[in-house]
C-alpha cells in the first residue's frame, strides 16, 4: 500500500507556525519571508550564492538536535523547509533585546551601508555555540573560514571579525530564537516519514515537485516521471533558476531522502579488497560537503583541507556530492579527488543497481553516463594509505568561494627512494576531469628526484588540452599543472609520507 501524499510542506519560520501550498511552494526562501512575509530584513544581491547576504539559519530535528545551519535563502526553495525550523534576521531579537551577535556588530562598528549586516549576523550566530562542550570551555571557531560565504563591500573584514570573536567569549549568547511552537517537533516526526507531491504555477509556467521520503519512493517516482529533474541541494540548480530561469516543469526532490545522507567509514580489517591500512568511505548521495568535512577532519585531512575551500559554510551545508558528481563540470572539486582515490558510484535504479567507476561514469564536460531512470545513490572513496603520498589542490583567482582554475590530486608511493605507484588527476584542463595516464605509467621504478618531477611535469602539460577563460589562458592552465607536479615532489618530500 502506498503511503499518504501531502499537497502542502510545513514548516516554523522564526516563532509562526507555516502551511503552505501551490504556487508559493516554488518560491525562493527570500522571496517567501521578504513578498509574503514582509520581513525584508533579509536582503538578497547576488541572488546566486556568492555574497551571503540573504543568510537565514534552518534547522531540522536530527539526533543530536535542532542544528542551525547557515543557507544562501536566495537559492534555496520553500519547498525545501518541510519539517525545519527557519530563522532571520527579524527572529533574533526578542523583546527589543539584540542578541550578543547584534550588539556586538553595532559595538564593534561592523556595519557601514548595513547591506551585508543581517547576513553576517546571521553567520555568526549559526557559527557560535549554544553552550559550553563537556570539558567546560567554549569550543574555538576558525572566523575567517566561518563567514567566508559572506562579502561587505563596504566596511572592511576586520570589524566583523572583531564582532564575531567578541560572540565566542560570551556564554550567554541570547539564544530565545532557538524556541519551538509546542507541538512542532511531534508534528516534525510525522512529516518526516511523508512524502508530498504539490502543483502549481510560477511565473506563467506549470510546475510540479514530487518529494519521496524512502529510496524505494524515489525510485519508483524516478521510474514514473523520467522527465522530472531531480533536486539535491539546488546549489547548481537554484543559481540555474534565478540567473537564467531555467527549471524542470517537474521536480523530484531527494532532500528527504534520509537513507541517502549516511557516511560510514570500514576499517581497515573490514575493507575487502584494499590494499591494507586503508579505509573505506560509503557516502551516500546526499551527504553534504560539510557532512564530508566533518567525517574527514581526523579520517583524511588533506580532504578536509580542500573541502575548507569548497564554496562557504553556506554552499557546503546544503550542496551534497552527488549533484557535484551529476553536474559533472569540468572543474568541479570532488572530481580530481576521487579520479586518483579510484573511488566508484552506485547508480539505482526500480531494475536494480550497478556499480560504475569515476572515469567512466564521466564523459564529458556536464555529462555522465546516468540513465533517465536511474539515481545515484553512494560513492564508495578508498581513502590513501597512510603510508602513501598524497595531495590535492586547488588553484583560484581568490582563495575562498571561487571556482577553481585547475583541479589536481596526486598520489604516489615510495620505496628506498623510487617511485613505486602513481596516480594523478587533474580538473579544468580538458572537457572533463581524467588520469593523466601517460605520466601514470612512466613514474614507476624512477627515482624520487627534482629531475624526475621535473620531466613528469612537463610530460603532464603536454598531455592536458585546457581552453582558455576569464579564469586564466590555456597557456597559464598548462604551466599551472607542470608546476603542481614539481610542486607535489617538494612538499611531499618536506614532510612525512601521508600528508600533511
Ligand atoms: C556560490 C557557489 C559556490 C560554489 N562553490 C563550489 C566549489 O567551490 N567547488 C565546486 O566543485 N562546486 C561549487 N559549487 C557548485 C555546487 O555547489 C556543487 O556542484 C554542489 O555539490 C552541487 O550539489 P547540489 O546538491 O546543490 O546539486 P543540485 O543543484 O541539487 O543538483 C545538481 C545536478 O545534479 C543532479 N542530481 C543531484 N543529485 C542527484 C542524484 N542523487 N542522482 C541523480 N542526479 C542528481 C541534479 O538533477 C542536477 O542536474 C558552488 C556553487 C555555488 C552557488
Ligand atoms: S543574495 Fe548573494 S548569496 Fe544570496
Ligand atoms: S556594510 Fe555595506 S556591504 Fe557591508
Excluded at 511531534?186 to 529510496?215: K, Q, Y
Aim: proline share 5%.
Amino acid at each position: 500500500m502506498r503511503e499518504p501524499i501531502r499537497d502542502t510542506v510545513e514548516f516554523q519560520a522564526n516563532q509562526q507556525l507555516c502551511q503552505v501550498a501551490g504556487d508559493d511552494v516554488f518560491l525562493t526562501v527570500s522571496e517567501f519571508v521578504r513578498e509574503r512575509l514582509r520581513w525584508t530584513g533579509t536582503k538578497t544581491a547576488c541572488e546566486e550564492g556568492d555574497c551571503g547576504s540573504c543568510t537565514v539559519l534552518v534547522a531540522r530535528p536530527a539526533a543530536q538536535g535542532m542544528l542551525y545551519r547557515p543557507v544562501n535563502s536566495c537559492i534555496r526553495f520553500v519547498f525545501q523547509l518541510d519539517g525545519c525550523h527557519l530563522v532571520t534576521i527579524e527572529g533574533l531579537a526578542a523583546d527589543g533585546n539584540l542578541t550578543v551577535a547584534q550588539q556586538a556588530m553595532i559595538d564593534c562598528h561592523g556595519s557601514q551601508c548595513g547591506f551585508c549586516t543581517p547576513g553576517f549576523v546571521m553567520a555568526i550566530s549559526a557559527a557560535c555555540r549554544p553552550a559550553v562542550d563537556q570539558h567546560g570551555t567554549l569550543p574555538p571557531v576558525d572566523w575567517p573560514v566561518e563567514l567566508s560565504g559572506n562579502l561587505c563591500r563596504c566596511t572592511g573584514y576586520l570589524p566583523i571579525l572583531e564582532a564575531a570573536r567578541h560572540c565566542e567569549t560570551q556564554e550567554q549568547l541570547g539564544d530565545t530564537w532557538r524556541n519551538l511552537q509546542p507541538g512542532f517537533l511531534p508534528r516534525c516526526e510525522a512529516l518526516r516519514t511523508s512524502a508530498f507531491d504539490i502543483r502549481g504555477t510560477h511565473r506563467g509556467v506549470s510546475r510540479r515537485v514530487v518529494s519521496p521520503v524512502t529510496l524505494e519512493q524515489s525510485l519508483r517516482w524516478r521510474a514514473e516521471l523520467p522527465e522530472a529533474e531531480v533536486i539535491a541541494g539546488a546549489t547548481d540548480l537554484g543559481v540555474r533558476w534565478t540567473k537564467r530561469r531555467q527549471a524542470a516543469a517537474t521536480w523530484l526532490d531527494l532532500g528527504r531522502v534520509a537513507a541517502l545522507r549516511s557516511i560510514t567509514e570500514s576499517l581497515p580489517e573490514s575493507a575487502g579488497g584494499v590494499e591494507p591500512g586503508a579505509s573505506v568511505l560509503e557516502v551516500g548521495a546526499l551527504a553534504t560537503w560539510a557532512d564530508l568535512l566533518r567525517q574527514t577532519e581526523t579520517a583524511c585531512p588533506e580532504l578536509a583541507a580542500l573541502l575548507r575551500r569548497f564554496g562557504g559554510p553556506q554552499i557546503r551545508e546544503v550542496g551534497t556530492i552527488g549533484g557535484n558528481l551529476v553536474n559533472a563540470s569540468a572543474i568541479a572539486d570532488a572530481l580530481p579527488f576521487l579520479l586518483v582515490l579510484d573511488a566508484t558510484v552506485d547508480l539505482a535504479s526500480s531494475r536494480g543497481e550497478r556499480r560504475v567507476g569515476i572515469g567512466q561514469f564521466l564523459t564529458a564536460n556536464h555529462q555522465t553516463v546516468l540513465r533517465a531512470d536511474e539515481l545515484l545513490v553512494r560513492v564508495r572513496v578508498p581513502l590513501p594509505d597512510p603510508g602513501e603520498r598524497f595531495r590535492l589542490y586547488k588553484i583560484s583567482r581568490r582563495r575562498d568561494l571561487d571556482i577553481a582554475t585547475i583541479t589536481a590530486a596526486i598520489r604516489m608511493g615510495e620505496e628506498s627512494g623510487k617511485i613505486t605507484r602513481a596516480a594523478i588527476a587533474v580538473g579544468g584542463a580538458g572537457p572533463v576531469a581524467h588520469r593523466l595516464e601517460r605520466v601514470e605509467s612512466w613514474l614507476p621504478g624512477r627515482p624520487w628526484t627534482e629531475a624526475t618531477f621535473c620531466e613528469a611535469g612537463d610530460m603532464a602539460a603536454q598531455d592536458v588540452t585546457p581552453w582558455s577563460d576569464l579564469r586564466g589562458s590555456a597557456d597559464y592552465r598548462r604551466q599551472v599543472v607542470r608546476g603542481l607536479v614539481q610542486r607535489f615532489f617538494h612538499e611531499s618530500t618536506a614532510v612525512p609520507a601521508g600528508g600533511a
